[in-house]
């Protein structure tokens, strides 16, 4: 990996080191600094690691000048246009596409796991009925130590793939229960006759009272935005699964940082926090307001839906979940729903306007997801729980790659410290 003929040379009070360079399949060359503190005594300073690779990975690729998102190779549109979530959960785990069988295979483990311990029930009634259904997932997945001790002995690949598949199977119902337990309805349990997708809106939209037909197309689309969401490379929740992860906790632990990471507005929240500022701007004559606002440095608002640490041309699955997104609407025949003649109207607006043009400020894959969600009947509390619960296998394609990889170390950052040097400590008196 790395390139015998390239190093870099740093200049420290006028010493020199040379740092070796790593060529990596594909991206920019990467500066080997491991050794840095121990040869010069400096650390390097880069938050929001803008500039830092923290991790080897075989699993994601993006490049955000082109717009492209690969997936152990695979480009994310023919994922998304071929493929189906499952197989592509697959992949991402084991690194290959799967035969026929191995599909089958596959299939049938996690359909094995789609039901959660019965006690679990009892774990969700201690909520308040109108708790996030995040808030839930948060706690839940967190719980599942307690519920399947018997895999989270890290160190054990066997239990580690039983908590992986445990987690992908499960994450489904768990999410499909925190969403029915909010809205006062009976919980519903999987059906291992439907496909993942169509098992999820199942357990979601169905009522005991009814029979509910899943609508092939909504099922798609459901599978689509999972696939979509499915991995993304060392984004902050993935980044956190890893940190949580370095220090040997346990599986369930780990997944339960990342759902909370990924809960925040700048990361997995903005889907919904998009969906309510859509809402909030109501009506397309409000829009040249809202970018105005975006616009203004001393006004903390942002387009939420706009804008990507990587991407700065294109976020490769916006655009196939616009597509997804008219089919829906189309369907649904929602085609002068005022959320979405907002959307329509303030991506042009955006697109056109030099600030968003300059700062490379496009559409991402929350301006499309909470419109398709919306339309498919879910609020928007669901929205991020829906993120999560695709994301779920990146977390732990990632998680069980770290933990085989030998150079696995507790992640520990440095800082570059401001505050104040060594004082004496003065009694309460005389302060
Ligand atoms: N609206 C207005 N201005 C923006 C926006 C936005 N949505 N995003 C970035 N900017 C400006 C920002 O003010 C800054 O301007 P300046 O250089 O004058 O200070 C410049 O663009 C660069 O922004 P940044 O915050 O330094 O960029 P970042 O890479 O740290 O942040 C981001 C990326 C996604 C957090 C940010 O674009 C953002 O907050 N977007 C809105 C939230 C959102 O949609 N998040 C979902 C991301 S995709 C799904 C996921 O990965 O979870």
Redesign the pocket.
Known sequence: MTDEHKTATLTVDGKSYELPIFSPTAGPDVIDIRKLYAQAGVFTYDP?F?STASCDSTITYIDGDAGILLHRGYPIDQLAGKSHYLEVCYLLMYGELPSATELEDFEARITNHTMIHEQMNYLFRGFRRDAAPMAVMVGVVGAMSAFYPDSTDVSDPWQREVASIRMIAKMPTIAAMAYKYTIGQPFVYPRNDLDYASNFLSMCFAVPAEDYQVNPILSRAMDRIFTLHAD?EQ??STSTVRLASSSGANPFACIAAGIAC?WG????G?NQ??LEMLKEIGTPDRIPEFIAR??D?NDPF????????VYKNT?PRAKVLKESADEVLDLLGIEDNPTLQVARELEKAALADP??IE?K?FP????YSGIILEAMGFPTSMFTPI?ALARTVGWVSQWKEMIGDPQNKIGRPRQLYQGDTQRDYVDVEDR
């Not at 942002?302 to 640490?309: Q, V, Y």
């Not at 991402?364 to 301006?367: E, G, I, L, M, P």
């Open positions: 929001g803008t993304h984004n902050a990924l507005p700048a990361h997995g903005a926090a998009c975006a616009k440095k942002r387009l939420m839906g706009f804008g990507h640490r976020d600030y968003f700062k400020l991402n894959v929350d301006f993120f």
